[in-house]
C-alpha cells in the first residue's frame, strides 16, 4: 500500500473515532451523562447506522481525496455539507419510522422512533467541530513545523505590491514553501481603505509613493509586483522607484498566465521589457474565431518565424482539423512542429519546406491540401539587409504573396490574411515598398472569385528575430556599449502574442478587401527602450552601460507611419483594430508593370530593381 493510501486510511478511521465520540459525548450530554437503557442497548445499532451514513457521505464530498497540510474553506465548507446533509437524513429517517411500518419493524430502524432532537443538534454540531477541528490542527502543526524549519533558512525580505487576489496567493505560497527562500515583510496598496490591515498576519503598509521608506524601514531586500492587470505605466513606476533604491525587483505573471494556471511561487520571474510596454488585454470575440478555424484546413506560411509560429500556438487552441506549416528554415520549421505535437498530440500537424516563390510546389500543396484559411507571414523583414538584396525581397515578398494568393483562389480557399507592417506606409526602404506592392497585389484580386482576400498591418513586435531588443540583451551582456541609430528614432511596438490576437481576431472580421490596422499604442524611443533594458539588466545607464548612436542605416527613418496622406481610417466593432479607406490597385494595371520588376529581380540588378519599384509606388525613397 502507498505511503498517501496509509495516510488516507489513517485519516478515515480517526474520523470514525471522532464520531463515535461526537455520539457519546451528545448522549451524554443530554442525559446527564446517564444514558437510558433503551438507548444503552442499541447503542451499537445507534453508532454503526451514523457512523456508516456520514462516512460515506465525507468520503462522497472528497475530503479524502484532498492533502490535509493545504485544507481551506473549500474543504471546511464541504464538511459542513456532508455532515449536515447526514443530519437531516436522520431527521427524515427517523419522522418516516413514526409512520411507515417496513422502516421501524423490517429494516430495524426502530430505535429511531422517538431519536431525542437535542442528541441529533449536539452530535451535528460535534461532528463538524471535530472533524474540522482534526484537519485545521494537521495543518495548524504543520504551519508549525515549518517554521521551525524555516529559522535555519536565510530568507529574503520581501515586500509585495499589489493587495489583493494575487498578493494575497503568493504571501500563502511563501508561507507554506519556506524553503523558497522568501520572507513576506509587508504588502503596498494604493487603495487608503486597506491600510493598517492585514492579510496572512502580513501588513498593509502604505501606497506606492511610498516604496523608498517603506523598504529602508522594513529592511526590504526584493520587491514583487503582484498586480497582473498592472499596466506598463505602473510597472515602470514601480522599477524606477526600486532603481533609485537599489532594490531588487520582480513581478508574478500577467493576466494570461493567471488565467491559464493561476499565480504559482514558481513563476515569480524577472521583470521584462514587455511588461514595462503591458496594455488593456485583448479582448477575442472567440465565437466569431472559432466560426472560421475550427474544424478547418488552415495553411501558415512562414510558420518558422516569430509572428508564424505564434500564428500556429494559438490556431492549435481553436482545433482545425488541418494545421499545414509552411517555410524555407528546415530548423524552425522544426522546432515548432515539434512544440505542437508535444502540446497537441492529437492536432494533425504538416510541416512542408517551400519556397513561396516556388509556383509549382505551391500550387502542389494547395490542389493536395485544399487550405480553407491561409494565413501569409512569409517575408524578408530585415530592412538594411533587403537595401543590398533588393531582387531577393521583390521576388520573396511580393512574388511569393502573389504565388501563395493566386493559388489560394485557384483552390476555393475562404480567406486570405495577409502579415503587412507599418514599414509599407511611405516605405523608404526596399523591404517596406515590397510590403506595400504586396498589399496591391492582393487587393487587386479581391472580387476575381470567392476568396475574401485583407491584409493586418502592424509595427515592430517585441522578442522577434531581427528586432533591436534580442540585439540589446546581447550588447548588455557583453558589457555594452549598446548602439542606437539615433536618438529621436521612435517605433510603434507590440507583443507578438497581443499582436497575433489582432491578426487573427481581424481575419474573422474580413469581408473582403479591407487592410486592417493595428491600435498599437504609443511610439517608443528607441533609446527609452534601451535605457529600460539596461536597467532592467541591473545597471545605471550611461554610467555603467554606454550608449552609442551609429546613425541611420540605408532605408531607415526616424519615424514609422500606419497611414499613409490619402488613406483614412475607419472604426469597427473591435477597439483595437481600424481599416483603412482608400483606392485599391486594379489588376490590369499591376499586371502592365510587375512582368518587368519580376524580371528585374532574377537579373539582379539593384539599379533596375529600384527603378521598377519606383513605376508602382511614386514616392518611394521620398518619405
Known amino acids: 500500500m502507498r505511503y498517501i493510501e496509509k495516510k488516507r486510511l489513517w485519516m478515515l478511521l480517526a474520523d470514525v473515532l471522532l464520531l463515535n465520540l461526537s455520539l457519546w459525548l451528545a448522549f451524554s450530554l443530554r442525559f446527564d451523562w446517564t444514558i437510558p437503557q433503551y438507548y444503552r442497548a442499541e447503542y451499537f445499532r445507534i453508532a454503526l447506522f451514523i457512523t456508516t451514513l456520514r462516512v460515506l457521505l465525507l468520503f462522497f464530498s472528497g475530503i479524502y481525496r484532498g492533502v490535509w497540510r493545504y485544507i481551506g474553506v473549500n474543504d471546511l465548507v464541504n464538511i459542513f455539507k456532508a455532515i449536515t446533509l447526514g443530519t437531516l437524513l436522520i431527521a427524515v429517517s427517523s419522522f ?36 474540522g477541528g482534526l484537519r485545521l490542527g494537521l495543518r495548524m502543526f504543520n504551519q508549525y513545523q515549518s517554521d521551525v524549519h524555516s529559522k535555519n533558512i536565510e530568507r529574503k525580505r520581501i515586500l509585495i505590491v499589489g493587495a489583493g487576489d494575487a498578493g494575497e496567493m503568493v504571501v500563502r505560497q511563501m508561507m507554506a514553501h519556506p524553503e523558497y527562500g522568501y520572507q513576506p515583510v509587508g504588502f503596498i496598496d494604493d487603495d487608503p481603505k486597506k491600510r493598517g490591515r492585514e492579510i496572512h498576519r502580513i501588513p498593509i503598509l502604505g501606497g506606492r509613493a511610498d516604496i523608498d521608506r517603506l523598504a529602508e524601514e522594513n529592511k526590504a531586500q526584493e520587491i514583487i509586483i503582484a498586480i497582473p492587470s498592472a499596466p506598463g505605466s505602473v510597472v515602470r513606476e514601480v522599477v524606477e522607484q526600486c532603481h533609485s533604491a537599489r532594490l531588487k525587483f520582480k513581478i508574478v505573471p500577467g493576466i494570461k498566465e493567471i488565467i491559464e494556471g493561476g499565480v504559482s511561487i514558481n513563476q515569480i520571474r524577472d521583470i521584462e521589457l514587455e511588461d514595462l510596454l503591458r496594455r488593456p488585454p ?8 472559432a466560426g472560421y478555424l475550427t474544424n478547418r484546413t488552415v495553411v501558415v506560411t512562414g510558420a518558422g518565424g516569430s509572428i508564424g509560429s505564434e500564428l500556429c500556438r494559438q490556431i492549435v487552441l481553436l482545433n482545425p482539423k488541418s494545421l499545414i506549416l509552411l517555410g524555407k528554415g528546415e530548423n524552425s520549421l522544426y522546432e515548432i512542429a ?11 500537424v504538416e510541416t512542408l519546406i517551400c519556397d513561396v516563390a516556388d509556383i509549382k510546389r505551391v500550387d502542389h500543396i494547395f490542389a493536395k491540401y485544399k487550405p480553407q484559411v491561409v494565413f501569409h507571414a512569409a517575408a524578408h523583414k530585415h530592412v538594411p539587409m533587403m537595401e543590398h538584396n533588393p531582387g531577393e525581397a521583390v521576388k520573396n515578398n511580393i512574388f511569393g504573396t502573389k504565388a501563395v494568393a493566386e493559388a489560394a483562389m485557384k483552390h476555393q480557399a475562404e480567406r486570405f490574411v ?5 514599414k509599407a506606409v511611405n516605405p523608404s526602404s526596399v523591404m ?20 475574401k482576400f ?5 509595427g515592430n513586435v517585441l522578442g522577434s528575430r531581427g528586432s533591436v531588443v534580442p540585439l540589446f540583451k546581447k550588447q548588455i551582456a557583453a558589457g555594452g556599449p549598446v548602439t542606437d541609430t539615433h536618438p529621436d528614432m521612435e517605433r510603434y511596438f507590440m507583443t507578438i502574442p497581443e499582436a497575433v490576437q489582432l491578426v487573427i481576431q481581424a481575419g474573422a472580421m474580413g469581408k473582403g478587401g479591407e487592410v486592417f490596422v493595428l491600435d498599437m499604442g504609443q511610439p517608443v524611443k528607441i533609446v527609452d527602450l534601451a535605457r529600460d533594458m539596461i536597467k532592467l539588466s541591473g545597471f545605471e545607464p550611461d554610467s555603467e552601460i554606454k550608449i552609442e548612436f551609429t546613425g541611420l542605416r540605408p532605408g531607415e527613418k526616424l519615424y514609422e507611419e500606419l497611414l499613409t496622406a490619402e488613406e ?5 466593432k473591435h477597439a483595437q483594430i481600424f481599416m483603412v479607406r482608400g483606392k485599391h490597385a486594379r489588376l490590369k494595371e499591376l499586371s502592365k508593370i510587375l512582368p518587368a520588376l519580376q524580371k528585374a529581380a532574377i537579373s539582379g540588378e539593384h539599379d533596375k530593381v529600384v527603378g521598377s519599384i519606383r513605376k508602382i509606388i511614386p514616392n518611394f525613397r521620398d518619405a
Open 96 to 131: 418516516l419510522v413514526r409512520r411507515v411500518y417496513f422502516a421501524r419493524v423490517v429494516m430495524g430502524l426502530e430505535w429511531l422512533d422517538g431519536y431525542p432532537l437535542s442528541v441529533m443538534v449536539a452530535e451535528w454540531l460535534g461532528d463538524i467541530i471535530m472533524i
Open 282 to 289: 485583448v479582448n477575442v470575440a472567440l465565437d466569431e474565431i
Open 338 to 348: 515539434t512544440e505542437l505535437t508535444r502540446s497537441h498530440p492529437a492536432q494533425q
Open 418 to 422: 495577409l502579415i503587412s507592417t507599418d
Open 432 to 451: 517596406g515598398a515590397t510590403k506595400r506592392i504586396s498589399e496591391k497585389v492582393i487587393m487587386a484580386l479581391v472580387g476575381r472569385d470567392n476568396t
Open 454 to 458: 485583407m491584409a493586418v498591418r502592424f
Open 568 to 572: 483614412g481610417v475607419g472604426a469597427t
